[in-house]
T-cell receptor
Framework: EAGVTQSPTHLIKTRGQQATLRCSPI?????VYWYQQALGLGLQFLLWYDEGEERNRGNFPPRFSGRQFPNYSSELNVNALELEDSALYLC???????????????FGPGTRLTVL | RKEVEQDPGPFNVPEGATVAFNCTYSNSASQSFFWYRQDCRKEPKLLMS???SGNEDGRFTAQLNRASQYISLLIRDSKLSDSATYLCVVNPTGGGNKLTFGTGTQLKVEL
């Protein structure tokens, strides 16, 4: 079974530009989560989508946004990039059945975003 | 106080040693708990879920103490391949929601 996939692997942008990151969940998973891991910091929750709807949002400014498509894949958009947005962006997917045993999150390999 | 706190390490241990990691969490309403493993510049991979009764998977044993809001991971007979960062992870509400990660404990297993 294929795992969570993300593209691109690496992305280099300059300040003020926009970045779009993509994620395809494990087949059968309806929930997609986005996390940011800045150098030396722990993973910080960004967004959770399930069945096409945004379900929860972390403490990030509105220029971080996303969407989930009917096939459950997802995009994360970061507008007006700032230097401190440089980080590894990880996508995870899970079922959403309301039980920890079934809703375990599995992570993709990440997109490393560098803002110059 | 951080929501999830871990000793960052590094823990340098010889092959074959037993090593224990601890983690505390601040939200007493937290309902599910996990240990993930992260290799350098890679994604986190689920190591094991942590249940109230404690659980074991081969050389790995996880314990949860809800009263003390404390989670532990014990690794017996350490292998070189166990070298990684171990992330303590808490889901405050249980099931399909945001995970709160500790900053991780680095383990280096040496010959």
């Amino acid at each position: 079974e294929a795992g969570v996939t993300q593209s691109p692997t690496h992305l280099i942008k300059t300040r003020g530009q926009q970045a779009t990151l993509r994620c395809s969940p494990i087949s059968g998973h309806t929930s997609v989560y986005w996390y940011q891991q800045a150098l030396g910091l722990g993973l910080q929750f960004l967004l959770w989508y399930d069945e096409g709807e945004e379900r929860n949002r972390g403490n990030f400014p509105p220029r971080f946004s996303g969407r989930q498509f009917p096939n459950y894949s997802s995009e994360l958009n970061v507008n007006a990039l700032e230097l401190e947005d440089s980080a590894l962006y990880l996508c995870a997917s899970s079922y959403h059945l309301g039980r920890p045993s079934t809703d375990t999150q599995y992570f993709g390999p990440g997109t490393r975003l560098t803002v110059l | 106080r951080k929501e999830v706190e871990q000793d960052p390490g590094p823990f340098n241990v010889p092959e074959g040693a037993t090593v224990a990691f601890n983690c505390t969490y601040s939200n007493s309403a937290s309902q599910s708990f996990f240990w993930y493993r992260q290799d350098c510049r890679k994604e986190p991979k689920l190591l094991m879920s942590v249940y109230s009764s404690g659980n074991e998977d081969g050389r790995f044993t996880a314990q949860l103490n809800r009263a003390s809001q404390y989670i532990s991971l014990l690794i017996r007979d350490s292998k070189l391949s166990d070298s990684a960062t171990y992330l303590c992870v808490v889901n405050p509400t249980g099931g399909g929601n945001k995970l709160t990660f500790g900053t991780g404990t680095q383990l280096k297993v040496e010959l």
